[in-house]
């Protein structure tokens, strides 16, 4: 079975300083794709970066790069230069058989001034 | 494009009753999932369609879904427990192309009580 987990349910950061959210998966298939949100408190889902499983370099988008291990099955979020709206749950997830997305038990990151 | 709209965005429903809520895409996804979110869970995967016309059942009774065009993928509480208290968010997706898959587009979500 496929499994998604994040061990910080919650973790503080200073603001402009770099934060690493943690994430673990589980699959036996070859071809997945991993992703994640962010859930401010207004409860919008919010796409922020997606990584292939073929893909040989990490993603990156702006502030958000994914620390891709493949080989120890972790996609870490990293968020470099934190600002106060980076507070929010973020969700790691990724795709099973037929698209199907799974998702992990989020992280409640919160950003201080 | 409006993306995914849900309908309604709170809801209180008393044990037995049931409902149906509403999602709906205006951007031709194929794909369509019903997840519900409760504290410190995540989100859960509660029924898949990965075309008009097929759905997939992925928890115990309690649900139902019909998909019976590309739009509309509506979710209905057959007899309402408490247990079903949650907030629960639509999402829609192009199906995957070759090695990629591609985001899910999520609704605002609604937020249901059962009392």
């Known amino acids: 079975a496929q499994k998604i987990t994040q061990t910080q349910p919650g973790m503080f950061v200073q603001e402009k300083e770099a934060v690493t959210l943690d994430c673990t998966y589980d699959t036996s298939d070859q071809s997945y794709g991993l992703f994640w949100y962010k859930q401010p408190s207004s409860g919008e889902m919010i796409f922020l970066i997606y990584?292939?499983?073929?893909?040989?370099q990490n993603a990156t988008e702006g502030r958000y790069s994914l620390n891709f291990q493949k080989a120890r099955k972790s996609a870490n979020l990293v968020i470099s230069a934190s600002q106060l709206g980076d507070s929010a749950m973020y969700f790691c997830?990724?795709?099973?058989?037929?698209?199907?997305?799974?998702f992990g038990q989020g992280t409640e990151l919160s950003v201080k001034p | 494009n409006a993306g995914v709209t849900q309908t309604p965005k709170f809801h209180i429903l008393k044990t037995g009753q049931s409902m149906t809520l509403q999602c709906a895409q205006d951007?031709?996804?194929?794909?369509m999932s019903w997840y519900r979110q409760d504290p410190g869970m995540g989100l859960r995967l509660i029924y898949y369609s990965a075309a008009a016309g097929t759905t997939d059942k992925e928890v115990p009774n309690g649900y139902n879904v019909s998909r019976l065009n590309t739009e509309d993928f509506p979710l209905r509480l057959v007899s309402a427990a408490p247990s079903q208290t949650s907030v629960y968010l639509c999402?829609?997706?192009?199906?995957?192309?070759?090695?990629?898959?591609?985001?899910?587009?999520f609704g605002p979500g609604t937020r249901l009580t059962v009392t």
């Open positions: 999402a829609s997706s192009p199906p995957p192309w070759g090695k990629i898959t591609y985001e899910q587009y």
């Open positions: 997830a990724m795709t099973g058989r037929g698209g199907k997305l799974i």
């Open positions: 990584q292939g499983s073929y893909d040989e």
């Open positions: 951007m031709n996804h194929g794909y």
